[in-house]
């Protein structure tokens, strides 16, 4: 099967409007208006962001995912995509590979009211690379940022941590216990979609590379420092379980893809309120402060050191 | 040097507008009113799309310029770009390569009026992987497509042919000669942005995996047959010096980043004009007429056999 049928079977039932079913080069898309298009780019490759082995749905809706998770992050509303796969040849990266990739893709288009725009197809020497450049909007000027931290305001995370780290652990084996539910959280993530924040918090981002490193972000762009309380933390269960000797691994780690805001106290009340209609969990982890750095407090209230910060690519 | 450093130091110097500095993960862009968004998106990858020896400058300008050239095929005028780039460890590709690699897009952004919105980098375990997608816009509806060739309209392409895929040969070491000249069109195509063909052709499209296989996507979504005539096919003379040993390569050759069009008989007159006014070679190659496929005919109109049609990935 040539490039050209390739895209017309798995890719055009999921293009959109303005995506010409797949026909051009290029795409269009209107802008409501007033307006404007927030966008963001995730790259995964195949052996450091998704196993050769995984399922290729949830691959797919990991790389949706993690996607939908930067719009969230930044108060936008999901709209299209443009996919850019680049697949080795002689490898299990087939049909029935791309089927099921294109199923994972199916579904989470209809969950969170997207569609394909266009992309790119090219072959690849080794690993299979995905991209997704994704695109949402936004009423003018009403996008979430990263500076707007002040000292005083809380630090609040979405849902639990530390679940994927450990799921991801499962999957190469390290860890024993071997939960379904761990490798679930690790492979398709809960991007959080679908809030209001604007006005509520003054800064937010989404915890892709882990907590601590995720709010070096927010403290280095704010010019102010954050300390966490390791014992507000929200983890479940399975995550505690595994504390006493993963401490580290679950404290620092990432995929979490829940969100990270700082908050003034006089809006505590509305972002709470907020999260509630909207059942999303909610928990207060740490404060702003004048100063810089990241700081993480044991139940002693002694800073706990980490031999590294997170996750970073090369 | 870790990953944020590596973003700070290459691409922050890049950045426009709704980039926030490359500090989120995503970017902003606000439309004109009345103008709608124009995409499309290319993968490079070491190897297939450029070789590890072509210098960093041109692999970024190639980069911008085969999407600039998906854009101006649409009519559209270029924005902005996302960069996604992954790194193999290990390689050449150090400070120096992106040094190098950053001004080349520095240059092509000054020239072609654009600039950096966003992106992602990752590692790479094989070859280095680049991709664009960019973003231009154009007047709501006046999008040039593929689907409107008529029966009766001429078949025209913009500037010369055969340049590119020569150029190729020579890097290969596969065509004597070594002409310099070739070498730069494969490696700094010109994409023919800055024309305005709405109203004007009746389908257009850039010529990227060769004119026969591109005339046959116009022709398919058109539902036309189109005959071209190799006699009339502008080709410089250091192409035709190669033609008796490299025929069919050089017309099925791709990379040429050209402009091919169908045009009305009523508006050839306007087309030629417009063209002549911006600086740009304007061929007359072939016909449309009722039917389907791709035909070249020699100058004895018989017609031409290939052994295949164009580029393919996989």
């Not at 697949?87 to 029935?96: I, L």
């Amino acid at each position: 099967m040539g490039e050209f049928d390739f895209i017309a079977q798995h890719f055009r039932p999921l293009a959109g409007r303005g995506a010409m079913e797949l026909r051009n080069d290029g795409a269009t898309m209107a802008l409501p208006a007033g307006e404007e298009l927030v966008l963001s780019s995730d790259t995964m490759v195949e052996g450091l962001h998704f196993l050769p082995d995984d399922p290729a749905d949830t691959v797919a809706r990991k790389l949706l995912r993690c996607n939908l998770s930067d719009l969230a992050a930044m108060g936008a509303r999901p709209r299209h995509y443009m996919l850019n796969v680049s697949v080795p040849a002689g490898r299990h990266y087939d049909e029935n590979w791309f089927t099921k990739f294109a199923s994972g893709l199916a579904a989470d288009q209809k969950q969170y009211d997207i569609s394909l725009l266009g992309g790119d197809t090219t072959g690849s020497p080794s690993p299979l690379m995905l991209n997704v450049t994704i695109l949402g909007s936004v009423r003018q000027g009403e996008v979430l940022r990263r500076d707007g931290a002040q000292p005083g305001d809380g630090v609040w995370v979405t849902g639990s941590l530390g679940r994927a780290a450990l799921g991801l652990q499962v999957r190469l084996g390290k860890l024993d216990g071997g939960e379904a539910s761990l490798v679930e959280a690790y492979r398709i993530p809960t991007p959080r979609v679908g809030l209001s924040l604007y006005g509520i918090v003054s800064a937010a981002m989404d915890i892709s590379d882990g907590l601590v490193q995720d709010c070096g972000h927010i403290a280095e762009e704010s010019g102010v420092a954050i300390t966490l309380f390791e014992e507000k933390l929200p983890f479940t269960s399975e995550v505690m379980a595994h504390m006493a000797t993963h401490r580290e691994m679950i404290l620092l780690g990432g995929d979490d893809y829940e969100l990270l805001m700082t908050c003034p106290p006089t809006q505590e009340d509305a972002l709470q309120v907020h999260c509630r209609e909207h059942n999303v969990p909610l928990t207060k982890v740490g404060t702003v402060t004048e100063g810089q750095g990241v700081t993480m407090l044991d139940k002693q209230q002694q800073t706990i050191s980490f031999s590294r910060t997170g996750w970073q690519h090369f």
